[in-house]
């Protein structure tokens, strides 16, 4: 008894370290990417710009009005977009890879992410503009995209399966989506050059260009996905001894499986809606945060969200400075630093196998 | 007998798995989407849109010297979408206010100092203007003249919006793309005091000669614009004039990407317009916009030239379409008539198209258009 509460006190010592590491990692990420870009602003402009119009206050004068824009209404919105978007599709990945039990499973395997990367598409194509909405249609039209490819994954799972069985979850959004991506090619194929290379360049993900509301668009959902997902840490520890072990423990298996599945598809579908399709931070991110806070969910995603949200903003960094003023997609990065970064987590896992 | 087996079955899988890799990359080899597909590279595509009606000239140019074509001096005709207007006497004089690509009254107060363009057309045509020391900031595909290599590069399509702001220039020279998509964007640029001009896209001569108008009299170079125009305008008479002198007329096929995407331009393009002006016909005519073919149906037309307009990133285009089996007895591969032109001077919509005209008519009709 008294070696387990040691042993508790100072795991979870770790723990509060961990929480508080991961917090100041993210802050000092959001900094960096505020202070950092291809247009140089002095830095107690910056502060200033930032407290000013978010608080209020107040002490320099004679800020240039295109400094103030850039940084109010570019640089922030897009650092907070980023911020956001990464939590989002890490929470997700976490979600979706506890409830599937599978450590390759990401925000967009089952399907939610190839509707709502339809329903952008359409939008490009056929210049759609709904209800005089404007830009806003894209987002607005993948949300309802990425909603009814989930309903029709629902639906045929319930079709063969009464009790939604995860494999045929996985099975259903693969189909989906691999239908669906045909779809997306069949346009692209048809499309003219431009519209061609408007949507590759959609599909390829970024942050950019989106502003105030996309983000306040965006927030709602994260809000609702998030707060159901951390709600259910539980029952993905569950969850996670199978789902005959999960019914045994007293869970209502099919309803919580709906639950979290839908949780965890806002925050994916509201993502793509708003950025494109970003690979590899649902897909990489839970997995480095599981090496150090093993499989408790409690933390797991928490933490996942803390961590993909400082690691997209310094992708988003990297993107538009590296070849600045060129910008690359962020796709791009994360893809480059997530490929290498699981195949290592890959072999240690192998290693430890092993041994 | 077991282990012989087992060993026999383990290499015939093996092998079975060596053919089905072979074939599967194979196969996957031609899914990637070239994203470098068409010819021109600032986004400049002939979006197949309706001819633009035409206007009376509001002739406001002091000396209007009549050209020996059938074409007025001056037009204003009306885009697709959104219309040119002149709204205050263009002599030059600022503060002149006109109606641009979006359809908005914009007025600017003084001749803008600084200018950034996103789009390589309008690039061309500032610089033509000798707007050279005005410009600062240029799209990523500005290539021409050798001086906008020089300028700052400000993004294109996805314009580096940070970099635009803080150049705060006098004037932006943007593209209906912007508009359509980026409108919060632009409105930003306007709140801050810059002169945003949306220019739509240009798809005939027409188009363009009221694209360079607008440049000139956003900028106060109306009378160097006019002088373009009408230079473009004669250039364009002469060589419908020599184009009567042609008794063969040619079929000429036009390829804008190699194969096995080989993309043509139809009706309603500029290469379409240019091929009428020196006399040829578009073996694509009968299509519309920009379009993609197979072999077979290419072959069919049995064209007597076919121009390829991808040389700058195929090497050797011409030997490419040799090449190729099965096309034996199209008559342009027959007689050697294969050339390769430079796609900026036959896509891109600026002065220089005048050029890609009477280098269409020297290549197609070498004895009358010497």
């Given amino acids: 008894m008294d070696k387990s509460s040691i042993r508790k006190s100072s795991s979870n010592r770790i723990l509060i370290g961990m929480y508080i590491f991961s917090g100041a990692f993210l802050f000092l990420a959001a900094l960096l990417g505020l202070l950092v870009s291809s247009v140089t602003v002095p830095v107690p402009s910056i502060i200033h710009i930032i407290l000013q119009n978010s608080i209020g206050l107040s002490w320099m004068e004679d800020i240039p009005r295109n400094l103030e824009m850039i940084i109010w209404n570019i640089r922030f919105p897009r650092v907070l977009l980023a911020l956001f978007i990464g939590a989002a599709l890490s929470l997700a990945g976490a979600a979706f890879q506890g409830l599937l039990r599978n450590p390759l499973a990401d925000p967009y395997t089952i399907g939610v992410s190839s509707g709502a990367s339809l329903g952008s598409v359409l939008v490009l194509y056929f210049q759609i503009n709904l209800l005089g909405l404007g830009s806003f249609s894209l987002p607005v039209v993948a949300i309802i995209g990425g909603f009814v490819a989930l309903m029709i994954v629902f639906g045929m799972t319930r079709l063969s399966n009464r009790g939604m069985a995860i494999e045929t979850i996985i099975l259903a959004g693969i189909i989906i989506s691999a239908f669906i991506g045909a779809i997306v090619s069949l346009i692209i194929a048809i499309s003219s050059q431009e519209d061609m290379r408007q949507i590759l360049y959609w599909l390829m993900g970024s942050v950019g260009m989106r502003g105030w509301s996309h983000l306040q668009l965006f927030i709602p959902f994260f809000l609702i996905g998030a707060a159901i997902l951390l709600l259910h840490h539980r029952e993905l520890n569950a969850l996670a001894m199978g789902e005959e072990s999960a019914q045994h423990l007293g869970l209502d298996v099919k309803k919580r499986k709906i639950w979290i599945l839908v949780g965890a598809s806002l925050l994916t579908g509201a993502s793509v809606a708003v950025s494109g399709s970003i690979g590899f931070v649902g897909l990489v991110i839970p997995h480095l945060v599981r090496l150090i806070t093993g499989p408790n969910h409690r933390h797991v995603l928490p933490l996942s969200m803390l961590t993909g949200g400082a690691y997209l903003v310094l992708a988003d960094l990297i993107a538009r400075t590296i070849i600045a003023p060129k910008e690359l997609p962020i796709g791009v990065i994360t893809a480059l630093v997530g490929a290498p970064v699981f195949a290592i987590l890959l072999m240690r896992r192998f290693g430890r196998g092993k041994s | ?370």
């Avoid at chain 2, 003249?145 to 006098?170: C, F, R, S, W, Y």
């Avoid at chain 2, 090497?315 to 796609?343: H, L, M, Q």
Wanted: hydrophobic share 40%; proline share 5%; net charge negative.
């Fill in chain 2, 1 to 370: 007998m077991k282990l012989q087996m087992s060993k026999f079955s383990k290499w015939a899988s093996l092998l079975f798995v060596i053919l089905m890799v072979v074939a599967m990359v194979a196969g996957c080899g031609n899914n990637a989407p070239e994203v470098t597909e068409p010819a021109n590279q600032g986004g400049e595509v002939s979006a197949p849109t309706e001819k633009p009606a035409v206007e009376e000239p509001k002739a406001e140019e002091p000396k209007a010297e009549e050209p020996k074509a059938e074409e007025p001096v001056v037009q204003i005709s009306r885009p697709a979408s959104g219309e040119y207007g002149w709204l205050s006497n263009t002599d030059g004089q600022f503060p002149i206010t006109i109606i641009d690509g979006s359809g908005q009254e914009i007025t600017i107060e003084e001749k803008p100092q600084t200018i950034v363009s996103v789009q390589a057309s309008h690039t061309e045509i500032s610089f033509a203007l000798g707007l050279g020391e005005q410009i600062v900031g240029v799209s990523d595909y500005c290539n021409y003249p050798e001086e906008a290599l020089t300028k700052e590069k400000i993004g294109a399509q996805e314009m580096n919006v940070e970099k635009i702001i803080n150049m705060m220039p006098d004037l932006a020279l943007v593209t209906d793309y912007h508009y359509k998509n980026h409108a919060a964007i632009l409105d930003q640029f306007k709140e801050i005091g810059i002169n945003v001009v949306v220019i739509n896209s240009a798809d005939s001569f027409a188009h363009t000669y009221t694209t360079i108008q607008l440049i000139g009299g956003v900028t106060g170079t109306i009378v160097k614009a006019d002088d373009i125009v009408i230079d473009m305008q004669q250039r364009l008479a002469e060589v419908i004039k020599k184009a009567e002198q042609v008794t063969e007329v040619a079929k000429v096929w036009v390829e804008v990407s190699p194969a096995p995407d080989i993309y043509t331009t139809g009706s309603g393009t500029f290469m379409h317009e240019m091929l009428e002006a020196v006399g040829a016909t578009n073996a694509a005519g009968h299509l519309e916009g920009w379009n993609k073919l197979t072999e077979e149906e290419i072959v069919v037309l049995m064209p007597d030239v076919i121009v390829t307009t991808y040389g700058y990133y195929v090497e050797n285009p011409e030997d490419g379409v040799y090449a190729r089996t099965g096309w034996a007895e199209v008559p342009a591969i027959k007689n050697k008539r294969v050339y390769d032109v430079d796609s900026d001077t036959v896509t891109r919509s600026g002065p220089r198209l005048i050029d890609g005209v009477e280098l269409l008519g020297q290549i197609i009709y070498p004895e009358v258009f010497k």
